[in-house]
T-cell receptor, first 116, second 113 residues
Framework: AQTVTQSQPEMSVQEAETVTLSCTYD???????LFWYKQPPSRQMILVIR??????QNATENRFSVNFQKAAKSFSLKISDSQLGDTAMYFC?????????????FGTGTRLQVTL | DGGITQSPKYLFRKEGQNVTLSCEQN?????MYWYRQDPGQGLRLIYY???????QKGDIAEGYSVSREKKESFPLTVTSAQKNPTAFYLC????????????FGPGTRLLVL
């Protein structure tokens, strides 16, 4: 079974600074997908970024980028120029590519607080 | 606008009562999912459905039941057999392929009276 570990329960960053959230995972599969989802106080889960394991290039979405290290099974999220609206729980998730079902395995989350 | 709706936002259950959570999507997605979220934990998969009239158990299906009579709808029933139903429930949907991204609804908070 796949597992996803987020070792930082809480983090804090000042507005306009950069912060990196860590995620490691365990799998014996070679083809898979990794995601970061954001859950603000409204509790709606919002997709932040997605990475395909077969791609060497790290995914980026505006101020959000990942550092994907396949051999180390590491998938960290970097948030640049942090904004107050980035305050949320951030979940790392793993999706195995088998059959036609896209089943997600989530980490326990990192609570990020952006301060003035 | 295309999206996923869940109702109600808050739901209260009495002991021994079955309650049903609604999930509707107009994204034309074939696959739909139900997750449970407890404090300090990530989301755990309850049930999922890849096509109408078909569904499979997830990791924590005991005490829950689902139906999939329409493509747009995937209701979840929390039965009296679920002894600890207090949680936040999230519905998601995706295309029916192994690379598909899941998109989530706003969730339902279930509390036991």
């Amino acid at each position: 079974a796949q597992t996803v570990t987020q070792s930082q329960p809480e983090m804090s960053v000042q507005e306009a600074e950069t912060v990196t959230l860590s995620c490691t995972y365990d799998t014996s599969e070679n083809n898979y997908y990794l995601f970061w989802y954001k859950q603000p106080p409204s509790r709606q889960m919002i997709l932040v970024i997605r990475q395909e394991a077969y791609k060497q290039q790290n995914a980026t979405e505006n101020r959000f980028s990942v550092n994907f290290q396949k051999a180390a099974k590491s998938f960290s999220l970097k948030i640049s120029d942090s904004q107050l609206g980035d305050t949320a729980m951030y979940f790392c998730a793993f999706m195995m590519s088998t059959g036609t079902a896209s089943k997600l395995t989530f980490g326990t989350g990192t609570r990020l607080q952006v301060t003035l | 606008d295309g999206g996923i709706t869940q109702s109600p936002k808050y739901l209260f259950r009495k002991e021994g009562q079955n309650v049903t959570l609604s999930c509707e999507q107009n994204l034309n997605h074939d696959a739909m999912y139900w997750y449970r979220q407890d404090p300090g934990q990530g989301l755990r998969l309850i049930y999922y459905s890849q096509i109408v009239n078909d569904f499979q158990k997830g990791d924590i299906a005991e005490g829950y039941s689902v139906s999939r009579e329409k493509k747009e709808s995937f209701p979840l029933t929390v039965t009296s057999a679920q002894k600890n139903p207090t949680a936040f429930y999230l519905c998601a949907s995706s295309r029916r392929d192994r690379s598909a991204t899941q998109y989530f609804g706003p969730g339902t908070r279930l509390l036991v009276l």
